[in-house]
């Protein structure tokens, strides 16, 4: 069967990726229903739902309530609708009709026009042959002429998902805050709306744009998964709906309340995309499919391993000079460092955080010949050049700023809040996009540099742009697409610069911005015991290949916890390791273990980086994740545990995926073990009785 196959007498569709279908079908009223989200349907068997007996209840309620993938404001329907305008005679309701079906290939655009008003909404769909991934967004154009006026965008999601009847429903979605991203949280879905949000110009810490939809009782290795998520950047809204009539949807889409867009005649409005997946085999499996969604369709560079690289921050905050980065350069390269970035306070008046920034020119006292002495020293031996960089904000203490006030977000008479002693550039200003884009490329070119760490420390206050034609609202969306354009245009003229997302650590991670960079800085929080709680949550949607990951000092410099230096190592390298402690304190012992450990991670970082993930379950306080080489030949486990309790000795670790008829040789030790028995009696681990250790175990498997 076709990836999309069609009966154009019954008006269905029937999207289909390996594994799982999601079936379209348009009433004689022209509403556009879900009639199926699960595992693979024939066009024959699809037809069958039509005939499906409907609950036989009678009620209040209209049972199009979440069952509709076009879900518009209007008539008897009173949950959250997908698309919601106000036209301007102040009439609210749709009534959209099909008329145009384009399906090229693996595409598929219904047109819909409203009956009365200038109006069209386009839903378009993507399907992936390889993967069990659907993509999803909207195209809405006023199609009137001036005499008509502005149609106002009061809600314009990308998806509305219908999902099938289940016996319960539980929701799982990341929260947060800043140096706390990403802790999983499951929870039974309550009736009504939960909406979950972000207000703040950013995709945000508190939240992360994706869901993920059970009964129940799935488990990480048992079970469906209805999971979808937003690749946006800015401000964004995800609301999962259970109805009285036990229907649920789940909603997502840029933008957030009170926030509207004014369409005038002519203008069009494309949401961003949101993917969707239905998965069985568990939260696990749910998770290794979204994995290998972002490295075969969402980055640019898959195939690459990242590069272990160094941070100079926590070593000098701001007291920063070409000797002492050289100094630390050195070190770093001893230790196996493939990579050198040059953290905050190498530009204009950058002394402290209150001054300079905007003004992207070397400190003279402090680089007096410019960066290029450091730059070819970090050349030479034989590391990458990395370069902080904030270019969104701006500190009124600036050249930049007294030259140009009004290019920063703000409202006629009201305060500017500052934060960080920051305010933000508004992008959405062309002249300013402008202005970003000329600075950075200049400082690329002229410097060599290979990586930019793209860092955003505060959120949108005073969104206001108060000399633009039209609705000033636009910039939420507008700074979003252009960002977007200006990494995409440093990518396409610097092919070989990589860049790092970061916003106070994970404050900007989604679909969007990974397809425009190649890792992402989870957290500030370099604290180890605290980063296995954010990192599992990280894995849920991303990959080990986008997740930078630092080992810093002991005491920990925002905790205070004291953690032994294999473990900070071990639990960094279950991502793009990274050192970043202050390494002109560290003592000959620690540097040589340390180099030691860098050599163990690139050894087995094919696998942690390209490999399958599967996230283990041990006794007591041990966790553990599996890598698996995508042949099969090799896997590598990291295991960590924080306490052992009553002189218990570790229970063996059961592994996953691994075939039972082979053997598998350990790296380190030599010893020869059975996949079978690794599979059901688990692999013996070697930990040590202390407190925080951990081992990373690198297996091969023997020719046949």
Not at 41 to 58: F, I, K, M, V
Not at 357 to 377: I, Q, S
């Amino acid at each position: 069967m076709p990836s999309i196959a069609h009966d154009p007498g019954h008006r269905l569709w029937v999207l289909s990726g390996p594994g799982s279908s999601y079936v379209l079908h348009l009433d004689d009223d022209h509403r556009l229903r879900g009639l199926h989200w699960g595992p693979r349907l024939t066009l024959d068997q699809a037809l069958s739902l039509l005939n499906y007996p409907a609950p036989g209840r009678r009620s209040f309620e209209d049972p199009l309530d979440g069952t509709l993938d076009l879900d518009t404001a209007g008539a008897m329907r009173y949950a959250h609708a997908g698309v919601q305008v106000r036209f301007p005679d102040g009439v609210r309701d749709l009534e959209p009709r099909l008329v145009d079906v384009v399906h090229v290939g693996s595409r598929l655009v219904l047109r819909f026009a409203d009956r009365h008003y200038p109006l069209a909404i386009e839903t378009h769909y993507r399907v992936h042959p390889d993967i069990d991934v659907l993509e999803r967004h909207l195209r809405l154009r006023h199609t009137g002429g001036a005499a008509d006026g502005p149609i106002t965008v009061v809600r314009a999601d990308s998806a509305t998902w219908v999902l099938p009847r289940l016996l319960d429903y539980r929701l799982s979605q990341v929260r947060g805050q800043w140096s706390a991203e990403t802790q999983l949280v499951r929870v039974p879905l309550p009736y009504g709306e939960t909406v979950t949000t972000s207000r703040r110009g950013t995709t945000g810490h508190q939240a992360n744009p994706w869901a993920m939809i059970d009964d129940g009782h799935t488990s990480e290795e048992h079970g469906s998964v209805w999971s979808c998520a937003l690749a946006w950047s800015g401000g964004w809204k995800l609301t999962a709906q259970r109805l009285p009539t036990e229907r649920v949807t789940v909603s997502a889409g840029f933008g957030h309340d009170p926030v509207t867009r004014e369409l005038a005649p002519g203008e069009e409005l494309v949401t961003p995309v949101c993917a969707g997946a239905y998965t069985e085999d568990g939260f696990g499996a749910a998770s290794r499919l979204w994995h290998r969604y972002v490295r075969d369709h969402v980055l640019a560079h898959p195939d690459e391993v990242r590069p272990v690289l160094y941070n100079s921050w926590e070593a000098t905050g701001y007291d920063i000079d070409v000797t002492g980065q050289i100094e630390l350069a050195e070190k770093a390269a001893a230790l196996g460092v493939e990579l050198f970035v040059m953290d905050d306070g190498w530009f204009g008046a950058r002394t402290h955080d209150g001054a300079g920034l905007g003004d992207w020119t070397p400190n003279p006292e402090r680089f007096p010949d410019g960066l290029a002495p450091l730059v070819d020293r970090v050349h030479d031996l034989g590391m990458g050049f990395g370069l902080w960089v904030e270019p969104e904000m701006v500190n009124p203490d600036s050249d930049l700023y007294r030259a140009h006030p009004d290019w920063v977000l703000h409202q006629p008479h009201r305060r500017r809040t500052e934060h960080r002693n920051q305010l933000v550039l508004n992008l959405a200003r062309p002249d300013v996009a402008a202005w970003v884009h000329g600075r950075l490329d200049e400082l690329v070119t002229k410097n060599a540099i290979d990586f930019l760490k793209w860092d955003m420390n505060r959120p949108f206050t005073e969104a206001g742009w108060p000399d633009v034609e039209g609705d000033p609202d636009r910039l939420w969306t507008d700074h979003v697409h252009a960002l977007y354009a200006i990494l995409d245009r440093l990518r396409a003229d610097h092919p070989d610069l990589r860049i790092e997302s970061c916003s106070s650590g994970g404050g900007r991670l989604d679909l969007g911005i990974l397809a425009r960079t190649d890792q992402v800085w989870a957290s500030d929080n370099t604290d180890a015991v605290d980063r296995v709680e954010i990192q599992h949550g990280f894995s849920q949607l991303y990959p080990a290949q986008v997740m930078g990951a630092w080992v810093t000092d002991s005491p920990n410099p925002f905790t205070g916890r004291s953690v032994p230096l294999d473990f900070r190592f071990r639990v960094a390298a279950t991502g793009v390791l990274g050192l970043g402690g202050d390494l002109n304190r560290w003592g000959d012992t620690e540097l040589a273990r340390a180099a030691e450990l860098v050599a163990e991670y690139k050894a087995a970082r094919h696998l942690v980086q390209l490999g399958e993930q599967h996230r283990l379950s041990g006794q007591g306080d041990l966790t553990a994740v599996q890598y698996l080489a995508p042949d099969g030949r090799e896997t590598a486990v990291i295991a960590l545990r924080y306490a052992r309790h009553f002189g218990h000795r570790d229970a063996p670790l059961p592994l996953r995926a691994l075939d039972p008829a082979a053997r598998y040789r350990d790296t380190a030790t030599g010893a020869v073990h059975h996949g079978a028995v690794l599979l059901t009696h688990g692999l013996p681990l070697d930990l040590a009785a202390d407190d925080h250790t951990s081992t990373l175990v690198h297996l091969v498997r023997e020719p046949a």
